[in-house]
Structures are given as structure tokens and as C-alpha cells.
């Protein structure tokens, strides 16, 4: 007999995962069923599996695993930390509007702006501070990589701006740019154009493909903009899938995310024979 196990999807700015909670539903070989649920014909769709668990430091307050729509274990995902913040406060895992969360990347803290209903509104993420590749601020043309801006936010992201965001073949691009040899552990990518009411920007994330947003991608995409005298330090992203708040404060050079999390929908599926 199969074993049912319950899960729940949500989306950060259209970015859908399916969330379990492994304190109560421990999943085994997690890479397989990331595949294998991430199908939209045959599975249920989604960019990617979000493990839900309990640390083992006092340090922490809950935790985060997440893998890409290929199986790929992924280091951070801005969207899926708001979920998580929604989730643990809104089904009384904690009574906490100040969450701390283990990821592959280190800790992430999460403010959870709660209506009088009790209902997350909006979660804000101390995305932590910015790194550029060797210090620098631009990766140099060559072997066909356009000129970009290297931002890791935990995790690897390139971003191209463009002059006509509409133009570029995201797939095919991103595609490509993924798997350069210059990025030995694979990059996502991102591009950007600076318009009067923000920055546009469309994303192919390393593992999922094309995605409705990303926030590290948002995150890496303002703080380039903003290093490279294209945008102020607090902006707005616009992604296909909805919009997002960046702040780069220079107090401490910290990156903080802010947005809202939704709960598409909740289901039980059984574990298939992998």
C-alpha cells in the first residue's frame, strides 16, 4: 500500500512550489520526487519541492530545503522563504513574527506583517549582504557570454541588462548562459531593463528553467542596478509574475525582500514507486 502524504502549494509573485511539512511527513530521496512532482501533465506542478523541517540548533527556528524542477538541491529561494513564513505562523507552528530560518545559504530572518485576522499580509527577508564574482564589478565579455553583473545572493545569478526586455529569447539564452563554462556550478540568469516604473526583469533560474520571478534574482537584479548607477538602492522589480520590494541599505549592506506569499491550493498525493 502506498503511503499518502499531504502537501500544500504556494507561490511567491507566481514562483510555485510544493511545500511539506517533514515534521509530520518525512520524505525520503527528496531529488526524485522534485522531478516527479513538478510535471504539470503527470504531477502537480510546480518549479520545484520545499522541505519543511526542525533545526538542530537553537540558533535557528524552523528550516528550509529546496529543490529545482531537474532534482537539483538549490542553496536559496527568497519566494519560497516568505511561503515558509506564511505557513509556520499561519497553521500555529509559532506565535513568532520574527522567524529565523536555516537554509543551505545560512540563516535568514523573516518579518511577517500580520493583519488583525491573523493573516500574513507580506513577509520582508534579510537577504544577508551581496558578494560580486573576485571583487569585481563586471565579468568581461567572451566566449559569447554577454556583459554582465555577477551577484551571488546565496546563491549565483547573472544579470544582463538589455535595452528591449521584450526581444530576448529567454529561453533560448538562458538556456545556454546556464551551463557556461564560465559557470562551473551552473548560474541563474537574469534580464533587466530600467524603466520609469521599475526594473523589469525576466529570469531563467538555474535547475527550473523559465519561472514567473525570483527573489534572489530580484534581490541580484537591484543590487546590480543600483552598484551600477542604473537605479536607487530601494526599488521595484517586475517580474512576469508579479512585483517585488528591494532594499540595499548601506547602514549594513544588507539586501531585504519584500512581498507577499499565496496558497494556491492543498492535497494529499502518494508517494510513487521511484
Known amino acids: 500500500m502506498n503511503k499518502s502524504i499531504q502537501f500544500i502549494k504556494m507561490h511567491g509573485a507566481g514562483n510555485d512550489y510544493i511545500f511539506v511539512d517533514t515534521t509530520r511527513f518525512p520524505i525520503e530521496d527528496p531529488e526524485a520526487l522534485s522531478i516527479a512532482w513538478s510535471r504539470y501533465h503527470t504531477g502537480i506542478g510546480s518549479d520545484g519541492l520545499v522541505l519543511i523541517g526542525r533545526p538542530s540548533t537553537p540558533d535557528a527556528d524552523f528550516t528550509m530545503r529546496i ?7 538549490g542553496l536559496m529561494c527568497g519566494n519560497a522563504c516568505r511561503c515558509i513564513g506564511k505557513y509556520v505562523y499561519e497553521r500555529g507552528m509559532t506565535d513568532q513574527r520574527h522567524i529565523r530560518l536555516l537554509t543551505a545559504s545560512g540563516i535568514k530572518t523573516l518579518d511577517l ?3 488583525s485576522q491573523g493573516i500574513v499580509e507580506s513577509v ?8 560580486f564574482a573576485d571583487h569585481q564589478l563586471f565579468l568581461p565579455a567572451g566566449e559569447e557570454l554577454p556583459e554582465g553583473v555577477f551577484v551571488s545572493m546565496g546563491n549565483p545569478h547573472y544579470v544582463i541588462f538589455v535595452d528591449d526586455i521584450d526581444d530576448v529569447d529567454v529561453a533560448h539564452v538562458g538556456a545556454r548562459l546556464e551551463h557556461h563554462t564560465r559557470f562551473p556550478e551552473r548560474s541563474n540568469i537574469e534580464f533587466a531593463q530600467v524603466r520609469q516604473e521599475g526594473i523589469r526583469m525576466r529570469v531563467w ?3 527550473s528553467g523559465i ?5 534572489t534574482g530580484a534581490c541580484a537584479t537591484a543590487v546590480a542596478a543600483a552598484a551600477t548607477g542604473r537605479s536607487p538602492r530601494r526599488s521595484r522589480v517586475i517580474m512576469d509574475g508579479g512585483e517585488l520590494g528591494i532594499e540595499w ?3 549594513d549592506n544588507h539586501v531585504y525582500l ?3 506569499a499565496t496558497i494556491a491550493f492543498e492535497g494529499t498525493v502518494e508517494l510513487p514507486s521511484l
Open 67 to 73: 529543490f529545482n524542477a531537474d532534482g537539483s538541491e
Open 113 to 115: 506583517k500580520v493583519n
Open 124 to 131: 520582508t527577508v534579510d537577504m544577508m549582504a551581496p558578494v
Open 205 to 207: 533560474e538555474r535547475g
Open 211 to 215: 519561472t514567473m520571478a525570483c527573489g
Open 249 to 251: 541599505r548601506e547602514d
Open 258 to 260: 519584500s512581498g507577499p
